[in-house]
């Protein structure tokens, strides 16, 4: 105990006193246990604010847009990253379209339709003169804008617009581009409405 109790300096009353008091052990230990814990748990779940876990992504989105893809999903992303680059320029990145620039893929019967093969043509070959895309004439014309795509990005991309905006078809394979390519009709021209309606689907 401390000196105080032994010598005789007793406050005079109504002082008030302040004596040293020391927190209770227990809530030492429990302290340093909690502070050990969640070391722990920092430990393993903080990343250590390292950069690479905390900066490179902007939203949730972004993240999940950068994990590893497989399979379908990452042809079709291929595929949209490929129009937006080629012809997304004109057809707009969502497929509707600009007045007087370029027709709607979205919901087009030769986007949609059951074979691919007039569909494919029209960007190796081009189109030119009158066209009619969901029941409105279009008469402008279009370079061959896939013709230097190497297949599988073409297929890709015929598969991207098969399947997005509301379009639902079968997708497009680089050997069936390959294909088709061996076969165009000889000579430049661009594909006309006729030409396109005389092949098979
Ligand atoms: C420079 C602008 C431009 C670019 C780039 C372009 N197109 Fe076109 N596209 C057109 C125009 C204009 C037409 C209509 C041609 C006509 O009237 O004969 C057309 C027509 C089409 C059609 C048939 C009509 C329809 O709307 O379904 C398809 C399919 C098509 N384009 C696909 C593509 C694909 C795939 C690409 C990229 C590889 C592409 N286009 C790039 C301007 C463009």
Redesign the pocket.
């Known amino acids: 105990m401390s000196d105080e109790n032994k010598s005789c300096s007793v406050p005079p009353p109504g002082e008030p006193t302040a004596t040293p008091s020391t927190a209770p052990m227990w809530i030492i230990v429990v302290t340093l246990i909690l502070l050990f814990i969640g070391g722990i748990y920092f430990d393993r779940n903080s990343g250590w604010f390292n950069a690479k876990v905390y900066s490179p992504y902007a939203s949730a989105e972004n993240l999940d847009a950068c994990q590893p893809q497989s399979g379908a999903a990452a042809f079709i992303a291929r595929g949209k990253k490929t ?1 937006e680059a ?2 997304g ?3 707009g990145p969502d497929g509707l ?1 600009k007045p007087g ?5 979205a919901g ?1 019967e ?2 949609i339709a059951k074979g691919f093969n007039r ?1 494919a043509h ?2 190796l070959m081009g ?5 009619q ?1 969901s029941g409105k004439d ?6 061959a ?2 013709a230097a ?1 190497p297949d599988e990005d ?1 297929a890709a ?2 598969t991207y ?1 098969r399947n997005s905006w509301g379009n639902k078809a079968s997708s497009v394979a680089g050997d069936d581009i390959k294909h088709i390519r061996a076969k165009l009709p000889a000579g430049a021209q661009p594909m006309t409405h006729d030409m396109l309606m005389q092949m098979p689907e």
Do not use: D, F, R
Request: glycine share 8%; proline share 8%.
């Open positions: 129009y080629v012809c320029v004109c057809h379209g620039q370029a027709p709607p893929l087009s030769w986007v569909l029209i960007p189109v030119a003169g009158s066209i895309v279009w008469n402008m014309n279009m370079a804008m896939g795509l073409l991309v015929l617009i």
